[in-house]
C-alpha cells in the first residue's frame, strides 16, 4: 500500500484539505502549520480539526505530514532568531495535539557560520526542551541538501542530533527522506537505490524514516542546490521514481509531493503513482 498526496492550502480550513485530497484522488497531504515564509498563524479550530481527523479516517488515509515554517532556525547564530524559532517549534507541536498520532516535519537549519558541532548541539537542545514523553506526534528531521551552513545534508548529522536527544524522548523523533535533497546531497538513489538505503539503515535506522517528499531534482547530483522538479522531468528520472515508490523498505509511508505543480499537475502525479502501484506505466 502507498499513501500518496500533495501540500494543501488551510486556507479554508483542516476539513477542507482531507476533501481536496480525497477529490484530487490522494490518501495522504501535508500542509503548513503557519505562514511558510513568515512564521504567521491563525487560531486552530478544534471541532474543524476532528472533522479532519474523522475523514481521514472513514477514507483511510496513512498519517498527515504537517510541515513547519521555512523560516523556523533552532540553530541561528543569532538568539533572537534561535528564541523566535523555538517559540514557533514549541507552539506548532501544541497545535498537532488537535491531530492525534501524526507528523511534524521540519527543516533541521542553519548554523550561519557557527560551524555543524554547535548547529547540531542547539537542535538536539530545541528538541530536548520541546519534546514530552506523553505527546502523540512524532516529530521529523527533514534531509537536506547540504546548502550553505544548513544541517541535515548527510545521514550522519542527523544521527548526531538524535544522539543528543534524551533518550526518553528519542521514540518521538523519525526522518523525512527527501528524494530531492538527498539526491542533490550526493546519494545516488537513481543508481544504487538499495545501497543508499542499507547506509541510511545502518546510520539511522529504517524505523526512523516515517514519510517522503517525493520529488524529481531540476540538479545533478551533488549539486547541494535544492531545486525540485515534476516526477520524472529531473535528473533523477521516471524509473528511479517509480522504483523508490514501490520499494518495499518504504511501503507504508507517506509519500508528499512537492513538486512545481498545479492542482491538475498533483492529480496527474497522483494518479500516475497510483498506476505504478497497480502494475502500470
Not at 512564521?39 to 479516517?57: C, E, I, N, Q, Y
Not at 527522506?177 to 535506522?205: M, N, P
Request: net charge negative.
Amino acid at each position: 500500500m502507498i499513501f500518496i498526496g500533495c501540500h494543501l492550502s488551510v486556507t479554508d480550513g483542516y476539513e477542507a484539505m482531507g476533501r481536496t485530497m480525497s477529490s484530487f484522488g490522494g490518501n495522504t497531504f501535508a500542509w503548513f502549520t503557519r505562514n511558510p515564509r513568515g512564521g504567521k498563524t491563525k487560531p486552530a479550530d478544534p471541532a474543524d480539526a476532528g472533522a479532519l481527523m474523522a475523514h481521514v479516517r472513514s477514507e483511510g488515509f496513512g498519517p498527515l505530514v504537517a510541515h513547519g515554517s521555512y523560516t523556523m532556525n533552532l540553530c541561528s547564530a543569532k538568539e533572537e532568531t534561535r528564541a523566535n524559532g523555538l517559540d514557533m517549534f514549541s507552539k506548532d507541536l501544541e497545535r498537532m495535539e488537535l491531530f492525534p498520532g501524526q507528523l511534524y516535519n521540519f527543516h533541521p537549519g542553519s548554523h550561519t557560520g557557527q560551524g555543524a558541532e554547535a548547529g547540531i548541539a542547539q537542535i538536539a537542545d530545541a528538541l530536548n526542551r520541546t519534546l514530552r514523553p506523553d505527546m502523540t506526534t512524532t516529530v521529523l528531521l527533514e534531509t537536506m541538501a547540504g546548502k550553505g551552513s544548513e544541517i541535515g545534508g548527510s545521514f550522519e548529522e542527523l544521527r548526531e542530533i538524535i544522539d543528543r536527544v534524551d533518550e526518553g524522548l528519542r521514540a518521538k523523533i523519525g526522518v523525512c527522506f527527501d528524494t530531492c535533497h538527498t539526491w542533490d546531497a550526493g546519494y545516488d538513489i537513481a543508481g544504487d537505490l538499495d545501497g543508499v538505503l542499507r547506509h541510511f539503515d545502518e546510520v539511522i535506522g529504517l524505523d526512523r524514516l516515517c514519510a517522503v517528499h517525493f520529488n524529481d531534482s531540476k540538479n545533478d547530483r551533488g549539486s547541494h542546490k535544492d531545486r525540485h522538479e515534476k516526477l520524472g522531468e529531473g535528473h533523477i528520472g521516471a524509473e528511479a521514481m517509480k522504483r523508490i515508490a514501490l520499494h518495499p523498505a518504504l511501503a507504508g509511508r507517506p509519500f508528499i509531493l512537492e513538486t512545481p505543480n498545479d492542482d491538475e499537475g498533483y492529480i496527474r502525479e497522483i494518479r500516475t503513482v497510483k498506476e505504478w502501484q497497480s502494475g502500470g506505466d
